[in-house]
C-alpha cells in the first residue's frame, strides 16, 4: 500500500516556473514562440491590422503565396542513419564570403512601418548572427545611415530601376561608397501587384489618419505612439508617395527595363550583381548569359502575379542548366528552417527569408528578429542532425523530394 504525506516546500518551489530575471516581459513572452508561426501569431496582436496585413498579404487571391507554401508541405526527406552527427556546421559561402548561416535577410520595403527602429535593428541582429542583410530602395533607412548603424553587417542593396536613371545611378553610387559589396537588381516589377488586403485596409503610403486608423490608437497605443513621436514615415530613397504601394511601383518604377540594363549596371557598378525575380528556366539561362553573378529565383513573395509558379519547383532545373555558370539563390514561402534545408538540398546555394524576419520585427523589434534566428539556427542545426549531415555540402537530392 502506497504512503502518503503532504509534500514539503522544497519539494515544490523548483517546480513552480519563473521568469528568468535575466529577461523582460517581452522577452520572456517572445523566448515562448517555439516557431515562426507562433512569432507571426504574436506578431498579429501588437501592431494594427493593415500593418500585418501589409506583411503578411500577397496579390489577388494569394494563390502564388499559397501554391509556394503548399511546395514545401510536399517535401519528404530521407534521413541516413549511422552518422557521425556530434559536430554540425551550417555555414555557406555566398558571392565569395562565408555566412554562418544558410539564409540571409532579403530587401523588404517600408521596413519601420512594423516597428520604429526599421532596417537597423534587422541588420544589427544580421551581423551579429553572421548572414548578409539586404536594403532595400523601398527601405525607411537611407544607405548612409544603416552603413553607420551596422558598420559590421555584411550589407546588400537591392534596386529598383526608376524611370529617372539618373536618379538609380546615384542611388547606386551612395551604395558603393557605403560599403555595400552586392547589388540585387529586382526584375519583376515592371507594374505594381494588385494587393488586395492593402487596398481593402485602405493602406496608403504613408498612412493616412482616417476615423478607423484614430479608432485603432486605443487598440494599439506603443505602436502609434513611437510613429507618431519618432522621424516621419518615410521612403528613404524615394521622393514619391501616395497611394498604395502597388500604385507607387507602377508610377515610379520603369516597366522599359531589359538586358541593356544589366550592361549599364555593369558600368557603374563594381561589385556582385545578383538579378531577383527569376520565374523560369528560359531567364535563369538569360542571366547567365548576360553574365550576373546569381539570381534569385522568387515569385516576390507571391506579391506580384497572382497564380504564379513556385521557384521551388523548378530550382532542380535551374541549378542543372546555369548552375556550372552562377550562383543559384531561392526565396518566397519559407516558414522553416525544414524549407531552407530542402531548398539547399535540392541545390540553391543560400535562401532568402523576408516574412519570418517581419513577423519578429512587429512582434518584439530586434529581441524578436534575434528571436526569429535563435529558432531557425537550432531548427537547421536538428534537422541537419536528423538528416545524418555535418555541412551544408553534404546536402543532394538523395536527402529530398517532392511528394
Known amino acids: 500500500?502506497?504512503?502518503?504525506?503532504?509534500?514539503?516546500?522544497?519539494?515544490?518551489?523548483?517546480?513552480?516556473?519563473?521568469?528568468?530575471?535575466?529577461?523582460s516581459r517581452l522577452?520572456?513572452?517572445?523566448?515562448?514562440?517555439?516557431?515562426?508561426?507562433?512569432?507571426?501569431?504574436?506578431?498579429?496582436?501588437?501592431v494594427p491590422r493593415s500593418v500585418f496585413d501589409y506583411t503578411d498579404g500577397a496579390a489577388g487571391s494569394e494563390q502564388t503565396l499559397s501554391r509556394s507554401r503548399k511546395a514545401y508541405a510536399r517535401v519528404e526527406f530521407t534521413p541516413r542513419v549511422l552518422r557521425n552527427v556530434a559536430d554540425v556546421d551550417p555555414s555557406v559561402v555566398m558571392l565569395g564570403e562565408r555566412s554562418a548561416l544558410p539564409f540571409a535577410f532579403g530587401p523588404t520595403g517600408f521596413t519601420r512601418m512594423m516597428h520604429y527602429r526599421g532596417e537597423p535593428a534587422v541588420s544589427a541582429v544580421a551581423g551579429e548572427a553572421g548572414i548578409p542583410f539586404a536594403l532595400s530602395?523601398?527601405?525607411?533607412?537611407?544607405?548612409?545611415?544603416l552603413a553607420a548603424a551596422t558598420p559590421g553587417?555584411?550589407?546588400?542593396f537591392q534596386l529598383y530601376v526608376s524611370r529617372d536613371h539618373v536618379s538609380a545611378e546615384a542611388l547606386v553610387q551612395r551604395a558603393e561608397q557605403s560599403g555595400y559589396d552586392t547589388l540585387i537588381l529586382t526584375v519583376d516589377t515592371a507594374v505594381g501587384g494588385i494587393r488586395l488586403r492593402d487596398i481593402r485596409n485602405g493602406l496608403t503610403i504613408p498612412p493616412q489618419l482616417s476615423v478607423s486608423?484614430?479608432?485603432?490608437?486605443?487598440?494599439?497605443?506603443?505602436?502609434?505612439?513611437?510613429?507618431?513621436?519618432?522621424?516621419?514615415?518615410e521612403f528613404a530613397s524615394l521622393?514619391?508617395?501616395?497611394?498604395?504601394?502597388?500604385?507607387?511601383?507602377?508610377?515610379?518604377?520603369?516597366?522599359?527595363?531589359?538586358?541593356?540594363?544589366i550592361s549599364w549596371l555593369r558600368g557603374i557598378w563594381p561589385g556582385r550583381l545578383m538579378l531577383k525575380g527569376v520565374q523560369s528556366v528560359e531567364d535563369a539561362v538569360l542571366a547567365a548569359e548576360l553574365g550576373v553573378d546569381a539570381v534569385i529565383l522568387s515569385n516576390h513573395g507571391?506579391?506580384?502575379?497572382d497564380k504564379g509558379n513556385v521557384p521551388l519547383e523548378i530550382l532542380p532545373t535551374v541549378v542543372d542548366e546555369v548552375g556550372d555558370r552562377l550562383e543559384v539563390y531561392i526565396d518566397g514561402g519559407i516558414t522553416s528552417s525544414q524549407d531552407i534545408v530542402a531548398a539547399l538540398a535540392l541545390g540553391t546555394t543560400d535562401t532568402l527569408i523576408g516574412r519570418a524576419y517581419l513577423y519578429g520585427l512587429m512582434a518584439g523589434g530586434e529581441d524578436g528578429v534575434r528571436r526569429v534566428v535563435s529558432i531557425l539556427d537550432k531548427e537547421i542545426r536538428t534537422?541537419?542532425?536528423?538528416?545524418g549531415v555535418t555541412s551544408v555540402s553534404d546536402l543532394d537530392r538523395s536527402y529530398v523530394r517532392l511528394r
Not at 522577452?27 to 501588437?46: F, K, N, T
Open 1 to 23: 500500500m502506497t504512503e502518503r504525506r503532504l509534500p514539503r516546500p522544497s519539494e515544490i518551489l523548483p517546480l513552480i516556473g519563473r521568469r528568468d530575471p535575466s529577461l
Open 27 to 46: 522577452q520572456a513572452r517572445l523566448e515562448r514562440c517555439a516557431s515562426i508561426g507562433d512569432v507571426r501569431a504574436m506578431a498579429r496582436r501588437r
Open 137 to 145: 530602395t523601398l527601405g525607411t533607412t537611407s544607405v548612409e545611415d
Open 153 to 156: 553587417t555584411r550589407r546588400w
Open 213 to 233: 486608423t484614430l479608432a485603432q490608437m486605443a487598440l494599439y497605443p506603443r505602436w502609434w505612439g513611437n510613429l507618431l513621436t519618432t522621424r516621419p514615415l
Open 239 to 261: 521622393t514619391s508617395t501616395g497611394g498604395t504601394v502597388g500604385d507607387l511601383l507602377t508610377k515610379v518604377f520603369d516597366p522599359g527595363i531589359g538586358p541593356d540594363d
Open 302 to 305: 507571391g506579391r506580384q502575379i
Open 383 to 387: 534537422t541537419m542532425q536528423l538528416l
